[in-house]
């Protein structure tokens, strides 16, 4: 979750912003609602402070910032900790969950029932708790899939995406969406948009999506499939749906080493000479690789989605539907009918779908570059 941007290093309010990004995180993986929302807005807001916040009292005249907030942060400040989150982690049975919520595919249902089973650790698991196939890969990966991808990776990976579709069809396209296309520093996964000119429907590129994940599978890149899915639903509320692919792969140790060298970061190997015997004998980290079939006709809609961040996406959702239109995955459309409960009767009529600086216009809104779309 907590990708780097560039920038912002030596600030006076580093050790609060990383207390508080741990407790979001904690937040986050319950499931809970508004208290991440919350808490990645205050960590933005003293990503921007030039002096160091140490009472409550300067912390509340923050915009957005409340009483129970501000006392956290002078509690950092004061005692270098947060009390909350020692407490959290006290507790077996909340640490089992914690630990269950970062297994890929397990949300809060599942994870408080295996606690309620008695399972506290993944032998537990492994050993006694009915497993679907996609767990077991994360359970059997946890740690792999748990690491975060530095920039240099995701762009290696990239090429090896690319080489294949090349082959497939020279004219599919790729971007690499997710944190990636924010610029962030290190991802969680690897979030391709497959899309190709002149198509429009989501149906027209199954066949090459499939033809791709075959053909990536066969030299033994992608390892393992998690989720699959064909069909996209009418009423879907932007989560779901769409004709995408989750899974896992590797990256070629040749291509590894080419990449590695030419943008010399990940420095853990320092002769200088060619790659060594220990990057030779450890094996690849396992990735998450994710992606999303999408037609010419939705690319602009596709892209807003799919850059993210999640919280951007819900800011702009809940000022399209403001404006009387509804924003998804696929387009933003108005005259959308609702019944009672605001639930949506018709779908209303496309606006727009193909030009993501076109929604953002008609929104109203100024343009934000990707990098600017933190929440
Ligand atoms: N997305 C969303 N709502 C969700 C999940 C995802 O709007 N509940 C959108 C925004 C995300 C994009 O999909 O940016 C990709 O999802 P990821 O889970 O891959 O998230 P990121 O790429 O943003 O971060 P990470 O570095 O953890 O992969
Ligand atoms: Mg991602
Ligand atoms: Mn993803």
């Not at 991440?36 to 300067?58: H, N, W």
């Not at 790659?275 to 892209?303: H, K, M, N, Q, Y």
Request: charged share 25%.
């Amino acid at each position: 979750r907590a990708g780097t941007k560039v920038g912002h290093r030596e600030n006076p309010n580093a050790r609060t912003i990383e207390v508080l990004q741990h407790m979001c995180d904690y937040y986050s993986r319950t499931n809970d609602t508004w208290r991440p929302i919350a808490y990645r807005k205050v960590i933005s807001l003293l990503k921007r402070q030039r002096t160091k916040i140490t009472t409550a009292a300067q912390a509340i005249r923050l915009p957005g910032v409340g009483t129970r907030l501000a006392d956290k942060i002078e509690e950092i400040v004061a005692t270098d900790r947060l009390q909350r989150l020692e407490n959290a982690s006290k507790d077996p049975a909340d640490e089992a969950l914690q630990l269950f919520l970062k297994i890929y595919g397990v949300g809060t249902a599942q994870a408080a029932r295996w606690v309620a089973q008695g399972y506290r650790t993944l032998d537990d698991l492994r050993a006694k708790a009915r497993l679907s196939a996609s767990q077991r890969v994360g359970i059997d990966h946890f740690d792999d899939l748990n690491t975060r991808i530095p920039r240099w990776e995701v762009e290696a990976l990239a090429s090896v995406v690319r080489a294949a579709a090349a082959q497939v069809d020279p004219n599919m396209g790729l971007i690499v969406g997710g944190s990636y296309r924010r610029g962030a520093e290190s991802s969680g996964d690897i979030d391709f948009i497959l899309t190709k000119p002149g198509t429009s429907s989501a149906g027209e590129l199954f066949p090459l999506l499939r033809a791709l994940t075959q053909a990536l599978e066969a030299q033994g890149f992608l390892v393992a499939t998690l989720a699959a899915t064909r069909h996209r639903h009418a009423g879907d509320g932007g989560g779901g749906g769409g004709g995408k692919w989750h899974g896992c792969c590797v990256l070629p140790l040749s291509v590894a080493s080419r990449y590695r060298k030419s943008t010399n970061v990940n420095a853990n190997v320092t002769d200088g000479d060619n790659t060594t015997a220990t990057t030779e004998s450890r094996p690849p980290i396992w990735r998450r690789i994710d992606f999303l079939v999408v037609p010419e006709t939705e690319l602009g809609a596709a892209l807003i989605y799919f850059t993210g961040n999640d919280i951007f996406n819900r800011s702009m959702r809940l000022l399209a539907s403001r404006k009387g239109m509804r924003l998804n995955q696929r387009g933003l459309y108005r005259d959308v009918l609702r019944g009672p409960g605001r639930a949506k009767v018709t779908d209303g009529e496309l606006v727009e779908g193909r030009d993501e600086r076109r929604i953002f216009d008609i929104l109203g809104v100024q343009w934000r570059e990707p990098h600017e779309r933190w929440c």
